[in-house]
């Protein structure tokens, strides 16, 4: 009763994990031209800063011209960073799907470790798929990669606001750096499982 319990769990877990990782492949998409556009912006604010008051044309009739465009290059990326807060709010709910599955695997498995769930029936490796333990293991996996996923891309919208070490060289690069470790390491986890979701239980 126990392995068919924290089976079934772990069937309705990945399914959740299947739609999570369609929906933040999606997000990702809606989030990159947002991205394209700050570089752009961040790298107008960055040509503003660097320009002498002097430098600039006209500057005896419009004294005031450097910090004018200032304020209209600051408005257009607060605009932006208001977007992708939008999308931070999705990632934050994909990693709490997640949490939840995995959280619901443990009360199975506690409920049913010292009478249904032994080491030999969690370690027990049939043909078509990994153990019970190693698929508990990978839901774990998922669920800290999103979490980490979800504080990176925080920490850069933060670092953004106080426009701190995030410029328009190092954007797409700091958004983007573990992205694909997730996209890979879940298409993974999901192909090894074919076998496993389709069994009926």
């Not at 954007?171 to 298409?187: A, E, G, R, Y």
Request: hydrophobic residues 35%; proline residues 2%.
């Amino acid at each position: 009763m126990g392995e068919t319990a924290l089976k079934q769990a772990l069937q309705k877990a990945f399914c959740v994990l299947k739609q999570v990782m369609d929906e933040f492949s999606t997000t990702n998409n809606d989030c990159q031209p947002v991205i394209m556009s700050l570089v752009n912006i961040l790298e107008q604010y960055e040509c503003c800063q660097c320009i002498s008051i002097d430098d600039i044309p006209f500057n005896t009739v419009c004294p005031d011209l450097k910090e004018h465009l200032q304020y209209k290059i600051v408005a257009e990326i607060e605009v932006r960073i208001q977007s992708l807060q939008t999308n931070l709010d999705k990632f934050k709910d994909y990693h709490s799907k997640v949490s939840q599955q995995y959280h619901n695997l443990i009360k199975v498995y506690k409920t049913y470790w010292s009478t249904d769930l032994n080491i030999d029936i969690m370690t027990k490796t049939p043909a078509l798929y990994p153990s019970l333990s190693e698929m508990v293991e990978w839901l774990n996996t998922a669920e800290k990669l999103l979490f980490q996923i979800y504080q990176s891309k925080k920490f850069i919208i933060d670092e953004l606001v106080t426009n701190t070490n995030i410029t328009s060289e190092n954007l797409v690069s700091q958004w983007t750096v573990d992205d694909h470790i997730i996209t890979s390491k879940f298409k993974d986890y999901l192909c090894y499982l074919t076998y496993f979701m389709e069994e009926k239980i």
